[in-house]
């Protein structure tokens, strides 16, 4: 008997289809991964196959759970005991005002329906496996990214459910919490089935199984995990995987650029009274890439507003061996769209640019051309062009002010794969004909390393 | 910009409408004016010759009516009109400005804040009876600090923002700044706060017409003739009732107004 077998699982909205109709079985121990980038219909596929999609949309097709046909509302008597799923962002799901022992608590209580005594023992030795036993009494806030992981896990997990759907389990985590999660999910779906949804071409290798690859509603490619990875038969696919940094080309050799251009002598960064990295030093040369990382709240986006004169340092001296004017120092933003107006459309932020320095109007044209950015694109306004779009319009409005030194604060992190590549070359390659100086910031360990010339490490 | 608009902003703004065009039009339609007594004809019941009948002067209740409207309506837009542009302008510049100035405003927010409002205008109300100008002044004097609060929580949380540090960056001034990044963010909110405030103000100066400190008769005032009407409720009901229900359906009007853009 299978655990799950789904039959033309299709979901509509209205007369639109944004899932085409897809048929998978997972038996005991089976673990499948389901591919694609963001918009792509892959949360749609588990919220279907959970029941829980929202009343404006139908699903068509049969799901047979445990060898019962059940239709979505019959399935919610499974939730939790049979068939669990740990949402995306998961310390969303978790309760802001309990502490994390006591979530897991009155899972095992309510769900799994163990007595109070068997619960609080249960709950405190799941915390103990995970390394969290000094944890339990913390609220969510007070957990870090990757520890509320763990914890809305074992609560995904705490009613016994045999099939875990997991909704980007890795999203916004960097790697070495990444791969905990990863190990955590496997080792948690030993006895049943694990279906994990993810953009992340990296985790989909850990977990091995198979594999469905999904783009737009549509599936392209399905196998075993390895054979696909190794062979995609898709473009798409191929695109994907590509767009994975372990895979990315090597750069070319740094050319020899021994202009300086800011001197760090003992800098010390931090917020309010806090010092957040102590006593740097370096020095940053015209035309130069140089990766920064380090944990997250370590200080990497305050060292970036230091150099850039929007923050005090604490100690320590910055010089500058260039008279380039303030708005020559320029800065990419994480998150594109709340570093942008959305009141008027790209157009009229580009003019707004243009004439206040007086740029040459015919250098739009060709630099648009290079960062693939469309003219009928800057009619929309910020919330009108996806992510990428809006990050290389960001690169465009910095370009074209002819800067000495760009900061990008993760200009990619939020960006799907394939846009991730493209806009991270194409930073690189812009900087290098122009001279500009580059610092990037990035907590993945492969972008920096197939991107940067060198790299600063810093530590908290 | 109207399709904006939800089913009760509509709804509000068409009954708005109606109102405005009864205070600028409607004594148009009758003869006579708002204090021309008649002392053979009080107490008229509503008939085709006084279509709301007279007051226990005589008086037209048609005309008396959309006079009242038309001061309660221009209060109401003068109020909110100047406590924007002063609370807005303070606030942004509290937000944006040195610490002391913040620190400045604050206090004074506080100490207007600590006060009841309505005490705050009977005070100014009492220094000089019977003048709209004084109402005027002291209705918006408390008016102006719910946009002040709000812009310069907007603009505060602004000024930190990834947006408006990049536009910094790029070497844009202060009113570009406000421009392009403050006043979208403000502008949606002042909206409602406005009806609200519309209402407010409509309410405020009924009520001090009502305990005589307002507008002084012979003008025609809705709180005023509220209190006018009062001693003749059992002989002639539906004069009482006409300022009541008028009052009643300006304040229906703004609120609806204000409501709808937060869902």
């Given at each position: 008997m299978s655990l799950i077998h789904i039959e033309n699982l299709a979901v509509y909205a209205g007369n639109t289809e944004l899932l085409a109709p897809i048929s998978l079985t997972l038996e005991k121990g089976q673990r499948l991964t389901i591919l694609g980038q963001t918009g792509s219909g892959k949360s749609l596929l588990a919220q279907a196959i959970m029941g829980n999609l929202p009343n404006s949309l139908r699903t068509e097709g049969r799901v047979t759970l445990f060898g019962e046909e059940v239709n979505a509302k019959q399935r919610q008597r499974f939730w939790g005991r049979r068939i669990s799923m740990l949402p995306q962002e998961p310390w969303n799901s978790l309760?802001?005002?309990?502490g994390a022992q006591q979530q897991l608590e009155q899972t095992y209580r309510m769900v799994a329906g163990e007595s109070a005594a068997n619960a609080q023992q249960k709950a405190a030795y799941t915390l103990a496996l995970q390394g969290l036993q000094d944890s339990g009494h913390k609220r969510v806030d007070q957990l870090s990214g990757g520890m509320a992981q763990r914890v809305a896990i074992a609560c995904a997990m705490a009613g016994g459910a045999p099939v875990l759907l997991a909704d980007e389990p890795t999203k916004g985590l960097d790697v070495s919490r990444r791969d905990q999660v990863v190990q955590q999910l496997m080792s948690q779906s030993k006895q049943g089935a694990l279906i994990t949804i993810t953009h992340d071409v990296a985790v989909a290798r850990q977990i091995g199984g198979r594999m469905m690859v999904i783009k737009s509603g549509e599936l392209l490619e399905q196998g075993n995990t390895s054979d696909i990875l190794s062979a995609p038969q898709h473009p798409f696919t191929k695109a994907l995987i590509e767009a994975d940094p372990v895979n990315w080309p090597d750069k070319t050799p740094a050319s020899?650029?021994?202009?300086?251009l800011v001197e760090v002598q003992d800098l010390t960064i931090g917020r309010g009274n806090k010092a957040l990295s102590k006593h740097l030093n370096f020095t940053l040369h015209q035309g130069e890439v140089v990766g920064v990382v380090g944990d997250s709240g370590c200080g990497k986006s305050t060292l970036g507003d230091t150099l850039l004169g929007v923050h005090q340092a604490m100690e320590g001296t910055i010089l500058r061996h260039s008279q380039a004017p303030l708005h020559q120092w320029q800065k990419l933003y994480q998150d594109p769209t709340a570093a942008v107006s959305r009141a008027v459309s790209l157009a009229t932020l580009l003019e707004d640019t243009v004439k206040l320095h007086k740029i040459d109007r015919a250098r739009i044209a060709p630099l648009m051309r290079q960062l693939g950015l469309d003219e009928a694109l800057l009619q929309r306004n910020s919330e009108g062009v996806s992510g990428g779009e809006l990050q290389r319009f960001c690169m465009l409005r910095a370009l074209l002010l002819d800067p000495v030194f760009l900061f990008a604060d993760e200009?990619?992190?939020?960006?799907d794969p394939i846009t991730a590549k493209e806009v991270s070359q194409l930073l690189v390659d812009v900087a290098k004909q122009n001279g500009c100086a580059v610092m990037l910031v990035s907590h993945d360990p492969d972008l920096i390393e197939k991107r940067c010339d060198r790299v600063i490490r810093l530590d908290a | 910009m109207i399709s904006s608009l939800s089913r009760t902003q509509k709804t509000g703004a068409g009954l708005l409408l109606l109102l405005v065009a009864y205070a600028i039009f409607?004594?148009?339609?009758?003869?006579?004016?708002?204090t021309a007594q008649d002392l053979n004809h009080i107490?008229?019941?509503?008939?085709?010759?006084f279509w709301l009948g007279t007051d226990h002067f005589g008086r037209n209740m048609w005309i008396r009516l959309a006079d009242a409207l038309q001061l309660s309506l221009m209060m109401a837009a003068l109020c909110v009109l100047t406590s924007a542009v002063i609370g807005v302008t303070a606030g942004v510049l509290a937000a944006t400005g040195g610490r002391w100035l913040d620190r400045g405003l604050d206090a004074l927010v506080t100490m207007i804040l600590a006060l009841p409002g309505l005490v705050l205008v009977l005070i100014f109300a009492a220094?000089?009876?019977?003048s709209f100008w004084m109402l005027y002044v002291a209705i918006s004097l408390i008016q102006w600090i719910e946009y002040f609060r709000v812009s310069r929580a907007i603009t505060q949380r602004l000024t930190r923002s990834p947006e408006v540090q990049s536009s910094k960056l790029m070497g844009f001034g202060q009113w570009y700044i406000f421009r392009r990044h403050y006043w979208p963010a403000i502008a949606p909110q002042l909206f409602t706060i406005a009806a609200f405030g519309a209402a407010n103000a409509i309410l405020m100066m009924a009520s001090l017409g009502f305990v005589y400190v307002g507008i002084q008769p012979p003008l025609a005032e809705l709180g005023l003739m509220i209190v006018e009407h009062f001693p003749y409720y059992s002989d002639a009901p539906w004069l009482l009732a006409q300022p009541l229900l008028l009052l009643a359906l300006v304040v229906l009007a703004c609120h609806l107004m204000g409501r709808g853009r937060t869902q």
């Open positions: 309760d802001p005002l309990m020899s650029h021994k202009t300086p200009p990619t992190s939020r960006l | 409607g004594p148009m339609l009758q003869n006579g004016d708002a107490l008229t019941p509503p008939n085709s010759e220094i000089v009876p019977g």
